[in-house]
Every structure is written in structure tokens, then in C-alpha cells.
């Protein structure tokens, strides 16, 4: 794995997370940012799992799989409209753990099962698959390609694949490249642009939506929640944590209100 000991700690930052994120306070703030309150670290919000429902129109026994589905958001949200059996991979044990037991108490008709697993190298039978979905997730790694070719080796012909990806506004002068690389997700920085990717991987692209407007309201609405809580948030995170995460939303915020980054939502089938 490229930039493994970078990436280690971005997976133990997630491991914390996915335990905070599960404090009261911080399901309130979910709830009223993003509509859910499964302890998400992506920015998909109640309204646009749903669009992502009516893209992937799944059954009952389909097989849906989520891929770095932390804490189960919106992986089991879908699972749980559509009546799909769902698998859900991610590193960090503690978001499965949280994932499974949600999945549990709402009781989802289909099957749910989640396993710790690298996307880059996904342990599922060829074809398997009826659908795949990613929340920001390759936005968190480095190896995109990779993810993107195992996930096409795993889906079936006919099959299809929905996710949104944060990334840096192409053609930025270096100064602002830096600037947008810092301000957004820990790996944001990626070696093309994601269309190649997904053609060198073996995907067409059928759907690709601007979502930028939205993950900015998001973003902002996020920020005003953190400085409202900071006393409630500080108890959970401690008060240096709770005041870094208010940093990193501002600078992201300040970052997208001056175009620099960009969050994108993609619909994908397997080229024949
Ligand atoms: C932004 S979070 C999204 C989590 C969840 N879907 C949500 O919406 O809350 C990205 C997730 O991708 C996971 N991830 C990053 N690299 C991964 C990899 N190589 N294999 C599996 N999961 C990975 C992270 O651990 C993290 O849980």
C-alpha cells in the first residue's frame, strides 16, 4: 500500500471517530446536518441517498456491496429501503462493529455482513455483485485505480456502481493546488482525472452529477453546528480535537466558497 504509514493514520483517525461520532451530541448534529445518525464521516446527506437508492433500484435479494462503508451510512439506509442483501468493507474494525449492530436493530430484511478488507484488493468472487456503492471514500486513499479495478472485477455484466468523490478543481495554479490539497480530504490528491481512471479500470460512465452546491451548504451547516456545541462537542473530543475539527471544516469551507474543490457524484456500468 503506497504511503502506508500516512495511510495508517488516517485509518486510526476513522477508528476514533466512528466510536465519538456515536455520542449523543454528535447524532443530534448529524441529524440536523445530514439527516441521519449512523455516525457518518462522508458528506451524503439524507436527500441524496435517496437519489442514490433510485440509481441503484435494487431487490430484494440483489446484492449490494459498500464499500469503506465506515458505520454503515448509507449502506444499511439503502439495504433497509430497497430489501438487498448488503456487504460492507472498511479497515478500521470499530465502524463495522457499529455498521453490523445498526443493521441489527433495524432490522433489515436481506442479508448483512461486513469484513475487514482493503478495496484495493477486495476478497469476493468475480462477478459477484449486483451493485457497488462508495460515499467519499477514494478521496480517503491512495490507491484509486486499484479500488476502481477490483470493484469492476467484483461486479457482475449488467451490474452498475454509484459514488461520490471530493477532489481538487482541475487546472488550479500551483498555489491554490496546495491550498486545495490541504484544505480537503487526506488523500484528495489523485495521479488523473477521474473519468481516465474509470476507463482504464473498465467502467463506462452513464450518469455524472455536480454536487458541489450542496456539499457546501453541507459543509457550512456542519461548521455552525460545531460552534453552536463546542462546549457538548469539546466533552466528547476533547477540547484541542473538537477545535482542529472546527479548523479543518472552516479551512475546507473557505476552500470551496473560492472554487478550489469539488464534490462529484458518479453512475457506472461495466464496459462490455
Ligand atoms: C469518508 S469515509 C465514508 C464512510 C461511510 N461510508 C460514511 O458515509 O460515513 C471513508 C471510509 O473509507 C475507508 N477506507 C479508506 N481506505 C480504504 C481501503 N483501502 N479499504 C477499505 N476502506 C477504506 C475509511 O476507513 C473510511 O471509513
Not at 433495524?106 to 484488493?121: H, L, P, Q
Not at 480537503?184 to 481516465?196: E, K, L, R, S, T
Request: hydrophobic share 45%.
Amino acid at each position: 500500500m503506497r504511503g502506508a504509514p500516512e495511510q495508517r493514520a488516517v485509518f486510526e483517525r476513522f477508528a476514533k471517530k466512528y466510536e465519538l461520532l456515536q455520542a449523543d451530541v454528535m447524532r443530534r448534529i448529524e441529524r440536523s446536518v445530514c439527516g441521519c445518525d449512523y455516525g457518518a464521516t462522508s458528506w451524503t446527506t439524507l436527500a441524496e441517498a435517496r437519489i442514490i437508492r433510485d440509481m441503484l433500484a435494487l431487490e430484494p435479494r440483489n446484492r449490494l456491496l459498500d464499500v469503506g462503508s465506515g458505520s454503515g451510512w448509507p449502506g444499511i439506509y439503502l439495504a433497509e429501503k430497497m430489501g438487498c442483501d448488503i456487504a460492507m468493507v472498511d479497515l478500521p474494525r470499530a465502524g463495522l462493529r457499529i455498521a453490523l449492530d445498526r443493521a441489527k436493530a433495524d432490522n433489515i430484511a436481506g442479508v448483512g455482513f461486513a469484513s475487514v478488507a482493503d478495496a484495493a484488493a477486495l476478497p469476493f468472487r468475480s462477478d459477484w455483485f449486483d451493485a457497488i456503492f462508495h460515499s467519499d471514500v477514494l478521496c480517503c486513499l491512495t490507491e484509486k485505480l486499484a479500488v476502481l479495478t477490483s470493484c469492476r472485477r467484483v461486479v457482475r455484466a449488467g451490474g452498475k456502481m454509484v459514488f461520490s468523490v471530493i477532489l481538487i478543481t482541475p487546472g488550479l495554479a500551483d498555489a491554490e493546488y496546495e491550498r486545495a490539497a490541504v484544505s480537503g480530504p487526506p488523500f484528495i490528491a489523485a495521479d488523473g482525472a477521474y473519468p481516465d481512471m474509470l476507463g482504464q479500470a473498465g467502467w463506462e460512465i452513464t450518469d455524472h452529477r455536480d454536487l458541489t452546491a450542496d456539499y457546501v451548504k453541507t459543509v457550512g451547516h456542519m461548521l455552525h453546528q460545531l460552534e453552536s456545541h463546542a462546549d457538548e462537542v469539546g466533552a466528547v473530543f476533547g477540547e484541542d480535537d473538537a477545535a482542529q475539527e472546527r479548523a479543518r471544516r472552516r479551512a475546507a469551507l473557505d476552500a470551496l466558497e473560492d472554487g478550489l474543490l469539488r464534490r462529484e457524484l458518479f453512475h457506472v456500468v461495466p464496459r462490455a
